[in-house]
């Protein structure tokens, strides 16, 4: 059974939002996205100029796809697949003791550096992302439901802001904490 229309519109509309701002700040100085992809010491450095302009073109193509309800599917598929590639470079860099590289994400919130709960997170996303994936319910939508799916999309992209900047600003609290 797939959830309700106005769930998957609010859903994809957020995540559009969020792969977006992300792919257009990434292209928007792509020197510092390339360092940051050289910084995680997995793509071959004859890569890194390539990897640089593909990933933020992936992003942005699942974001158009997720919005388009006949390509949504396709879309939520290519963004779960971003998800997990990026995440598990995240997580293979942890696991090697590296938690001063910024994570290149991309967004609204400051550059953040690898940690667990960005993992969290992205994993948080991976399964919110999953109602997407099977086509849209039947029903029409009826003019409420358009208030519904703005006000859902707005809260979620809030949400995700909102939790990218906390764990953006850890490290600086905890700098900032005083020693007990």
Request: charged residues 15%.
């Amino acid at each position: 059974m797939s959830p309700d229309v106005v769930i998957q519109h609010a859903l994809a509309a957020a995540f559009a939002a969020m792969f977006t701002v992300g792919a257009l700040q990434k292209l928007s100085d792509r020197e510092a996205f390339a360092a940051a992809v050289d910084n995680y010491e997995i793509v071959p450095g004859a890569l890194i100029g390539v990897f640089a302009w593909l990933l933020p073109l992936t992003e942005l193509t699942a974001a158009i796809a997720l919005l388009l309800p006949s390509t949504r599917p396709l879309g939520a598929a290519l963004a779960l697949v971003l998800l997990f590639m990026v995440t598990l470079a995240i997580v293979i860099n942890l696991v090697r003791g590296r938690t001063d590289v910024g994570c290149g994400c991309g967004g609204l919130e400051d550059e953040q550096l690898l940690s667990w709960p960005l993992v969290a997170r992205n994993l948080i996303l991976c399964v919110a992302m999953l109602p997407l994936l099977p086509e849209a319910a039947g029903r029409g939508l009826h003019a409420f439901d358009y208030l519904t799916i703005a006000g859902g999309s707005l809260t979620l992209f809030g949400l995700y802001a909102t939790a990218s900047q906390l764990i953006a600003n850890r490290p600086r609290l905890a700098r900032i904490r005083p020693a007990r």
